[in-house]
T-cell receptor, first 116, second 117 residues
Framework: AQTVTQSQPEMSVQEAETVTLSCTYDTSESDYYLFWYKQPPSRQMILVIRQEAYKQQNATENRFSVNFQKAAKSFSLKISDSQLGDAAMYFC?????????????FGKGTHLIIQP | GAGVSQSPRYKVAKRGQDVALRCDPI?????LFWYQQALGQGPEFLTYFQNEAQLDKSGLPSDRFFAERPEGSVSTLKIQRTQQEDSAVYLCASSLGGFSQPYNEQFFGPGTRLTVL
């Protein structure tokens, strides 16, 4: 079974600075998808960014980018120019690419605090 | 457009009661997922529907949990004889494609917070 590990329960960053959230995963598959989801307080979980394992180029979405290291099974999220609205729980998630009826496998999450 | 909605948002049940949690996915979305999120944890997969077919229920913790999506749109998660360990937030998510499109974004509802006393 696949597992996702987020080793940082909480991170804090000054507004406008850059922060990196860590994620490692374990799988025997060669092709899969990785996701970062954001869960603001009392609000719905939303997709931040996603990466296909067979693509070597790291995904980027505006201020959000990932550092995908397939050999190390590492998938970190970098948030540049942090804003107060970025404060939330961030979850790393995994899904096999072979299709199938299972859902996402999530890590335990990292609570991101933005200091004004 | 309307997103995924869930009702009720909060539910308090006495141990042993039955509860029913409703999910209204985005119109036209083929896939529907249920997750359970315990306090301080990430969501854990419970079950998956492609249209009205329940293709995977491997994550349901016991036979007290039952889910249905009879017409391929609204889904209900039912928990019989609730126990304290069932206390959690139950999240519903939908996505446009079927199980052969695992890359599709899952759109989540706000969740139902179940507290069993």
């Amino acid at each position: 079974a696949q597992t996702v590990t987020q080793s940082q329960p909480e991170m804090s960053v000054q507004e406008a600075e850059t922060v990196t959230l860590s994620c490692t995963y374990d799988t025997s598959e060669s092709d899969y998808y990785l996701f970062w989801y954001k869960q603001p307080p009392s609000r719905q979980m939303i997709l931040v960014i996603r990466q296909e394992a067979y693509k070597q180029q790291n995904a980027t979405e505006n201020r959000f980018s990932v550092n995908f290291q397939k050999a190390a099974k590492s998938f970190s999220l970098k948030i540049s120019d942090s804003q107060l609205g970025d404060a939330a729980m961030y979850f790393c998630a995994y899904r096999d690419s072979g299709g199938g009826a299972d859902g996402l496998t999530f890590g335990k999450g990292t609570h991101l605090i933005i200091q004004p | 457009g309307a997103g995924v909605s869930q009702s009720p948002r909060y539910k308090v049940a006495k141990r042993g009661q039955d509860v029913a949690l409703r999910c209204d996915p985005i119109s036209g979305h083929v896939s529907l997922f249920w997750y359970q999120q315990a306090l301080g944890q990430g969501p854990e997969f419970l079950t998956y529907f492609q249209n009205e077919a329940q293709l995977d229920k491997s994550g349901l913790p016991s036979d007290r949990f039952f889910a249905e999506r009879p017409e391929g749109s609204v889904s209900t998660l039912k928990i019989q004889r609730t126990q304290q360990e069932d206390s959690a937030v139950y999240l519903c998510a939908s996505s446009l494609g079927g199980f052969s499109q695992p890359y599709n974004e899952q759109f989540f509802g706000p969740g139902t917070r179940l507290t069993v006393l």
